[in-house]
T-cell receptor
Framework: DTGVSQDPRHKITKRGQNVTFRCDPI?????LYWYRQTLGQGPEFLTY????????KSRLLSDRFSAERPKGSFSTLEIQRTEQGDSAMYLC????????????FGSGTRLTVV | AQTVTQSQPEMSVQEAETVTLSCTYDTSENNYYLFWYKQPPSRQMILVIR??????QNATENRFSVNFQKAAKSFSLKISDSQLGDTAMYFC?????????????FGQGTTLQVKP
């Protein structure tokens, strides 16, 4: 169990550019989540995968956001045409099917849009 | 919709003393789960303790315990014998028992500073 890995740890991009983040969950975890956390706030749900199927997306996830989890393994979160309001920490977490036992979070990707 | 409120943005405590962090929530659900997560300055969030709403007994994990008051919709975290390593942001979170996704609703967080 090597934990949940996220890459990169930090990303600075110019407004209008596209960015992609990667998350590698714990291998035996079926569930994978993306959350967004702005400074001094609690994480907000973005999207959820069970294996390779994306089963829920938040209204926070505009058309510029897309997430995938091919073959139910790692996941990517892409933001197209980034805006300054996209600046945040993007957290990935995974859990067993019994999510009520809690998640394992990654260290997050800090995105700064300049 | 469920909401989680943490009314204490910042708190401090002397090392070895006890501190209580407050959390209230709003839901019409009868069965649910409540969690406290810790986010140290390195920013990887760690599960501290969890409570199942249908269990009356308050959960305890070593120096961490909760006071779960279902009728009052209150879920406070008590940290005993505070240590410098407890310095972190603490988040209260809610999950519906009936949730197919296991989605968590988080509060705004409380920053705890343990002073030597």
């Amino acid at each position: 169990d090597t934990g949940v890995s996220q890459d990169p740890r930090h990303k600075i991009t110019k407004r209008g550019q596209n960015v992609t983040f990667r998350c590698d969950p714990i291998s035996e975890h079926n569930r994978l989540y993306w959350y967004r956390q702005t400074l001094g706030q609690g994480p907000e749900f973005l999207t959820y995968f069970q294996n390779e199927a994306q089963l829920e997306k938040s209204r926070l996830l505009s058309d510029r956001f897309s997430a995938e989890r091919p073959k139910g393994s790692f996941s990517t979160l892409e933001i197209q045409r980034t805006e300054q309001g996209d600046s945040a920490m993007y957290l990935c977490a995974s859990s067993r099917l019994e999510a009520h036992y809690g998640y394992t979070f990654g260290s997050g990707t800090r995105l700064t849009v300049v | 919709a469920q909401t989680v409120t943490q009314s204490q943005p910042e708190m401090s405590v002397q090392e070895a003393e006890t501190v209580t962090l407050s959390c209230t929530y709003d839901t019409s659900e009868n069965n649910y789960y409540l969690f406290w997560y810790k986010q140290p300055p390195s920013r990887q969030m760690i599960l501290v303790i969890r409570q199942e709403a249908y269990k009356q007994q308050n959960a305890t994990e070593n120096r961490f315990s909760v006071n779960f008051q279902k009728a009052a919709k209150s879920f406070s975290l008590k940290i005993s014998d505070s240590q410098l390593g407890d310095t972190a942001m603490y988040f209260c979170a809610f999950m519906k028992h009936s949730s197919n996704t296991g989605k968590l609703i988080f509060g705004q967080g409380t920053t705890l500073q343990v002073k030597p």
